[in-house]
């Protein structure tokens, strides 16, 4: 079996689990989830929009995250042995940093979700060119933020965003153009919804440091994970439209 084969059976299933129904434990976590939110101070939920608005603008066309220029002329398995490695290089780097604003108390960890946000972006831009995609491009970028979004969204929200990624190259020169366009509204509370239970402990003192440092990690790790497979199904929905195209031109008439 070659490593396509075998990633084609990883992105099938990544593909199922997306799209199967929410189960009844998911609907009670997503009840649980909404009824804690109630209780977390407007300031943080405040800090948390800012962070991600901001965020938002920064990827969209601010040059924070794209210095990293796409690689070429490297075969899928070393592709995707180079990301294994970045996004382990990055688990630990997001641990560090949780477990450092976590030690701090409270205040601490609210600086705590722009300080990861920054992370994980410039991981995915590291991602996307070591699967040789220009992040300068403005369709890219937006694809980035539908990662994001896929990874850290409620199961009924995650499977509209991905419907969205399915056949994204053929549909991106759909997509708005203009910032205001996005939204970037229930792109912050599908994220702050998620990782609002890992992260309140990391206020609490004495448990916080260890809290945030593994919450952090775990986090980026579940967007490592989203991006690889996200980038995998472009691939293959690629290659499948360049062999469609080459049996047309095959049984063309005039073509044997």
Same mark, same amino acid.
């Given at each position: ?13 990544? $593909? ?40 938002? $603008? ?20 070393? %592709? ?31 600086? @705590? ?12 831009? @590291? ?11 403005? %369709? ?55 990782? @609002? ?34 980038? %995998? ?18 049984? $063309?008439?005039?073509?044997?």
């Amino acid at each position: 079996m070659t490593y396509e084969q075998k990633i084609t059976h990883d992105v099938d299933f990544w $593909k199922f689990k997306i799209l199967q129904k929410q189960s009844l434990f998911n609907q009670v976590t997503d009840t649980v989830q909404k009824k804690i939110n109630s209780y977390i101070p407007e300031k943080v939920h405040h800090a948390i929009t800012t962070a991600i608005k901001q965020m938002v $603008k920064a990827v969209l066309f601010g040059s924070t995250f794209t210095t990293s220029k796409p690689i070429l002329d490297l075969t899928l398995m070393h %592709r995707e042995a180079l990301i294994k490695q970045k996004i382990e290089n990055y688990k630990k780097t997001g641990a560090a940093e949780g477990g450092i604003t976590g030690a701090g108390g409270f205040l601490m960890s609210l600086a @705590d979700f722009p300080l990861l946000l920054g992370i994980k972006m410039k991981m995915l831009f @590291d991602i996307a060119a070591v699967y040789g995609y220009d992040v300068k491009d403005y %369709r890219e970028r937006l694809f980035i933020l539908h990662i994001f979004q896929l990874a850290f969204s409620s199961k009924e929200e995650g499977k509209n965003i991905f419907v969205k990624m399915q056949d994204w190259d053929n549909q991106a020169h759909q997509l708005p153009t203009n910032i205001d366009e996005f939204d970037w509204l229930t792109f912050q509370q599908q994220y702050r919804d998620y990782i @609002d239970l890992a992260k309140l402990a990391q206020m609490l003192p004495f448990v916080g440091a260890a809290v945030g440092a593994v919450a952090n990690y775990k986090l980026i790790e579940k967007l490592g994970i989203t991006a690889m497979m996200s980038y %995998r199904m472009r691939y293959f929905n690629l290659e499948h439209a360049v062999l469609s195209n080459q049996k047309l031109v095959e049984n $063309k008439p005039g073509t044997n």
